[in-house]
């Protein structure tokens, strides 16, 4: 039974990392977590089939959504790209120390049932609701790999005594602790923020064990060559690739982008390089 768990876990990953052990995955939360607004920018891509279309065209790995858009828009992401059901989230509208949990919205089975090949869960390692997460995550692992299925912690460290003693939620030391939070729990992939350097970000990846660390790509950097040269330093400290969203659906042709960030991860190429090879600069 060991044997098949692993070698069902071992083949869906593949589904997301290409043989550098690499992927850039596209996240589609964010109409939940922050809110059909953030796709006013370009209001087309609120439609999940077509944001979908576009960036399963220009080549990603993989892509995250909520299980309720995977209903929607599952059918788009085809070929040999994996699908990550993630099961926690939370409103914007919800007041108060309520933004520091995450609540369960759906099982495992309800992720198996859409397709998924991995499932994600997140955790924000030192809020005041520490517990419930790590519990939901606990228990997401467990089933899941019983199943043969491997499980991705988004490893958010943040909450007051984190602002009160570090500052900062993306202070290396914080995002370092996550990650290895991540790994002790069970996470065969990590999501989590960048540290601000390659050098403190190659202390996150040496922290996780192993296990394969991914950058959470956040808000929409103006100049694209800023972010390429984000995930180049991610690369270079070696992490396994990012997962992004407003980085891309936020740009009204999120193809150039997409296409410069693939250079990068998978080529090595200089954010420059990349940039103009895609007409980025």
């Given at each position: 039974?060991?044997?098949?768990?692993?070698?069902?876990?071992?083949?869906?990953?593949?589904?997301?990392?290409?043989?550098?052990?690499?992927?850039?995955?596209?996240?589609?939360?964010?109409?939940?977590?922050?809110?059909?607004?953030?796709?006013?920018?370009?209001?087309?891509?609120?439609?999940?089939?077509?944001?979908?279309?576009?960036v399963t065209r220009a080549g990603v790995d993989g892509v995250?959504?909520?299980?309720?858009?995977?209903?929607?828009?599952?059918?788009?992401?085809?070929?040999?790209?994996?699908?990550?059901?993630?099961?926690?989230?939370?409103?914007?509208?919800?007041?108060?120390?309520?933004?520091?949990?995450?609540?369960?919205?759906?099982?495992?089975?309800?992720?198996?049932?859409?397709?998924?090949?991995?499932?994600?869960?997140?955790?924000?390692?030192?809020?005041?609701?520490?517990?419930?997460?790590?519990?939901?995550?606990?228990?997401?692992?467990?089933?899941?790999?019983?199943?043969?299925?491997?499980?991705?912690?988004?490893?958010?460290?943040?909450?007051?005594?984190?602002?009160?003693?570090?500052?900062?939620?993306?202070?290396?030391?914080?995002?370092?602790?996550?990650?290895?939070?991540?790994?002790?729990?069970?996470?065969?992939?990590?999501?989590?923020?960048?540290?601000?350097?390659?050098?403190?970000?190659?202390?996150?990846?040496?922290?996780?064990?192993?296990?394969?660390?991914?950058?959470?790509?956040?808000?929409?950097?103006?100049?694209?060559?800023?972010?390429?040269?984000?995930?180049?330093?991610?690369?270079?400290?070696?992490?396994?690739?990012?997962?992004?969203?407003?980085?891309?659906?936020?740009?009204?042709?999120?193809?150039?982008?997409?296409?410069?960030?693939?250079?990068?991860?998978?080529?090595?190429?200089?954010?420059?390089?990349?940039?103009?090879?895609?007409?980025?600069?």
């Amino acid at each position: 039974m060991d044997a098949y768990q692993s070698v069902g876990i071992r083949r869906r990953m593949r589904r997301f990392f290409r043989r550098n052990g690499r992927a850039l995955i596209f996240a589609m939360d964010h109409g939940f977590e922050h809110g059909p607004t953030d796709f006013e920018p370009v209001w087309e891509h609120v439609n999940p089939k077509v944001i979908i279309k576009k960036v399963t065209r220009a080549g990603v790995d993989g892509v995250m959504m909520l299980p309720g858009i995977a209903r929607v828009a599952a059918d788009e992401v085809r070929g040999q790209r994996g699908l990550m059901v993630k099961l926690t989230s939370k409103t914007a509208l919800r007041p108060g120390d309520g933004q520091l949990l995450q609540s369960q919205l759906a099982f495992v089975e309800d992720a198996i049932k859409l397709g998924a090949d991995a499932i994600a869960a997140t955790v924000y390692w030192g809020s005041p609701a520490e517990d419930v997460m790590m519990r939901q995550f606990a228990e997401v692992a467990n089933y899941a790999h019983d199943l043969g299925f491997p499980v991705v912690q988004f490893a958010y460290p943040r909450g007051p005594y984190i602002t009160e003693k570090y500052g900062r939620k993306e202070d290396y030391r914080v995002v370092m602790y996550g990650a290895r939070a991540a790994a002790e729990t069970g996470a065969d992939m990590i999501k989590t923020y960048w540290t601000g350097s390659k050098e403190t970000f190659s202390k996150v990846v040496d922290a996780a064990a192993g296990v394969p660390v991914l950058l959470s790509g956040g808000a929409k950097a103006e100049n694209p060559l800023d972010f390429l040269r984000v995930v180049s330093g991610v690369i270079e400290a070696g992490g396994a690739g990012a997962v992004v969203g407003r980085n891309i659906f936020q740009r009204e042709n999120p193809e150039p982008m997409i296409k410069a960030l693939l250079r990068v991860i998978h080529r090595n190429e200089e954010p420059e390089e990349a940039a103009k090879a895609e007409g980025l600069l």
